[in-house]
């Protein structure tokens, strides 16, 4: 069984991480166009030195795998962003009443394909978060059978060395 709160950390972040996402996307509700400039320019901001910091971590990883996820999300950052700036304000191109109209939904529906990609990404690190305890637990078995092994192997060299001091009495 697994002693420690291997997670514990990660949790405490995503917590407070959805909770602030909650309170923002609450928040946008009843703030102008200013503030909301303001807000946009802070998060985008945040996701720059997020993604500093996947390239640090992609560069310094000791695991192959983990460098590679943190390239995977580099990549998807910097292809959501082309998407943001080139090709959303296309989309929808006279569908609505008005251009305005048109990036509005199309914005929209960009935001809602988001937050289902967050959901998933959730999903992902439940698994990932099993999947790495089950390793865990596979590791301790291993340890303890290693320690069985260990100890039925000095059991059976006192058997033996108790039979040669008995034998030599």
Not at 9 to 25: H, S, T, V, W
Not at 54 to 61: A, G, I, K, M
Request: aromatic residues 6%.
């Amino acid at each position: 069984m697994v002693q420690e709160p291997v997670f514990s950390a990660k949790l405490l972040e995503l917590e407070r991480e959805y909770e602030r996402l909650q309170q923002g996307i609450r928040s946008i509700q009843g703030k102008d166009g200013d503030q909301l400039r303001e807000e946009l320019e802070r998060i985008v901001e945040e996701c720059r030195k997020y993604g500093w910091s996947l390239e640090e971590n992609r560069t310094s990883c000791r695991s192959p795998a983990a460098a590679e996820l943190a390239g995977i999300h580099l990549e998807y950052f910097k292809r959501m962003e082309e998407l943001i700036r080139k090709e959303l304000p296309r989309e929808m191109h006279g569908r609505n009443r008005t251009p305005a109209w048109d990036q509005a939904e199309a914005s929209l529906l960009y935001a809602e394909y988001v937050m289902d990609f967050a959901t998933q990404s959730m999903h992902q690190a439940l698994a990932a978060a099993i999947f790495a305890t089950l390793r865990q637990l596979q590791a301790e078995g291993l340890d303890e059978e290693e320690q069985l092994d260990e100890k039925e192997q000095l059991d059976e060299k006192e058997q033996l060395d108790e039979k040669e001091q008995g034998g030599s009495e």
